[in-house]
């Protein structure tokens, strides 16, 4: 915006100058006719530069069930897997495995799989996606993942028995998660949600349904892929998850 700005009163110099040099020699004429050109140019490199601000860096409707760009990655140490996760006739991709952590991991871990696709050098960021939860344990969205133990989770989980009705933002460092912020509320099984996570420097924003959940600041993970996490949550379904830069 400061650009744009010169880039005007540039222009408006020049305006105010030209009824002013009605009978200008060449070189003043040149000269105006000069800043006119800087004023384009400036201006011109401004909208591009604001274009490329907002790149679509993945746009997943889950049209084709081979999952090309996503990878699989299942926690240790479960029970009930290995994970499946499959797109299925309704266009929607699902996680049908009850795969989770053995007893007591929900003490801080809620241990699961992943579904992981970008790029590991993305830095900032927005996701925007919708999640169907059809049980009442856990789900979620990782960001900035760097490996199986580095990177971030938003938490969603229902289940009393495991520890919820939680909501919770969560930092991975090697087999442990540290709480960065909590909600002592959870979800309604069989309502679909519209969950929004945006990463820019130090800065982690989310929201659900529009509504704002948290404002945090964490600069241990500065860039990373992104991902979609089950907690004994047979059936969950995904859909419409998009990344874009900013």
Same mark, same amino acid.
């Given at each position: 915006?400061?650009?744009?700005?010169?880039?005007?009163? @540039?222009? *408006?110099?020049?305006?105010? !100058?030209?009824? !002013?040099t009605k009978h200008a020699t060449e070189p003043q004429k040149h000269r105006l006719n000069g800043l006119r050109y800087v +004023?384009? +140019?400036?201006? +011109?490199a401004t909208f591009s530069l604001s274009g490329c601000a907002n790149e679509v860096l993945l746009d997943e409707r889950f049209h084709d069930d081979r999952l090309l760009h996503w990878s699989v990655v299942d926690d240790p140490d479960t029970i009930e897997g290995p994970s499946d996760w499959r797109v299925e006739a309704d266009g929607?991709?699902?996680q049908r495995s009850n795969i989770w952590? $053995?007893?007591?991991? *929900?003490? /801080? $871990?809620? %241990? /699961?799989t992943f579904l992981i696709s970008g790029d590991k050098n993305w830095t900032d960021y927005d996701i925007s996606l919708r999640a169907m939860p059809v049980d009442d344990d856990g789900f979620g969205v990782v960001f900035r993942y760097q490996d199986q133990e580095h990177f971030y989770r938003l938490f969603f989980l229902q289940d009393g028995l495991s520890g919820g009705p939680i909501t919770r933002l969560d930092r991975r460092e090697g087999p442990d998660y540290t709480e960065l912020w909590l909600l002592n509320k959870g979800y309604r099984p069989g309502t679909e949600m519209s969950i929004e996570v945006s990463v820019v420097g130090d800065l982690i924003r989310a929201s659900v349904d529009g509504k704002s959940l948290f404002e945090v600041r964490d600069a241990s993970n500065p860039r990373?892929?992104? /991902? @979609? *996490?089950? %907690? +004994? !949550?047979?059936g969950m379904a995904f859909d419409d998850v998009r990344v874009v830069s900013n």
């Open positions: 915006m400061i650009v744009l700005k010169n880039a005007l009163v @540039l222009r *408006f110099d020049a305006r105010r !100058q030209t009824p !002013q +004023a384009i +140019a400036i201006i +011109a929607r991709l699902h952590g $053995r007893r007591g991991d *929900f003490l /801080g $871990r809620w %241990y /699961g990373g892929r992104i /991902g @979609l *996490f089950c %907690y +004994a !949550q047979s």
